[in-house]
């Protein structure tokens, strides 16, 4: 049974079956959309919780780190509530659509990239500031610094679609409704 089940998916892959590559395609799409719409706000988040000091912060800071644990199907069922025809955001029909998809995956992969943003910036900051006062922050300090905390940033982004795959359950099951041809290819 399971030799066979075996033999025919790798006999689908060699074989470049036309509706597995749609499926594949589709997965990537919402997958890379979803992460770079949670970049989009996750890196700015993270690089001004850790940058100013307000009143707040350590709740705000707690928050984000938690919010990395949320669970799947909780994102999953809220997203959904808010899609449904008798939720608030039911007459844009988003329900069982690969936006609706994009959506979830980006409300579970943004805390990760805040959170994990927040910390390398914190820690760069705590490390070269009085450095870089000393030398008045000239160019090449500043461009160290610069780069390494883009580096260390790019790492939180793919920690952040290296989530996606654990997550992945959440969109057929709740919002995406793995309908063939839409939300499957």
Not at 99 to 122: D, G, H, K, S
Not at 159 to 168: E, H, I, R, Y
Request: charge should be positive; hydrophobic fraction near 55%; charged fraction near 10%.
């Amino acid at each position: 049974m399971f030799s066979e089940a075996l033999l025919a998916s790798v006999q689908l892959i060699l074989a470049f079956d036309h509706e597995l590559v749609a499926i594949v395609v589709l997965s990537l799409q919402v997958s890379l959309l979803a992460v770079a719409l949670a970049t989009l706000i996750g890196l700015p988040l993270g690089a001004l919780v850790a940058v100013f000091r307000f009143p707040g912060r350590g709740l705000l800071v707690a928050l984000l780190n938690a919010l990395m644990g949320l669970p799947p199907v909780v994102v999953g069922l809220v997203v959904y509530l808010l899609l449904s025809r008798a939720g608030p955001l039911g007459p844009l029909g988003l329900l069982f659509t690969p936006t609706a998809m994009v959506i979830a995956q980006c409300i579970l992969v943004t805390p990760i990239i805040a959170a994990l943003t927040r910390q390398t910036v914190n820690d760069l900051r705590d490390e070269y500031a009085e450095q870089l006062q000393s030398l008045g922050c000239r160019r090449d300090p500043c461009q160290r610094c610069c780069g390494t905390a883009a580096s260390a940033c790019w790492t939180a982004v793919l920690a952040g679609f290296l989530a996606v795959p654990a997550q992945k359950w959440v969109r057929p099951r709740f919002v995406g409704g793995n309908i063939n041809h839409v939300t499957r290819a």
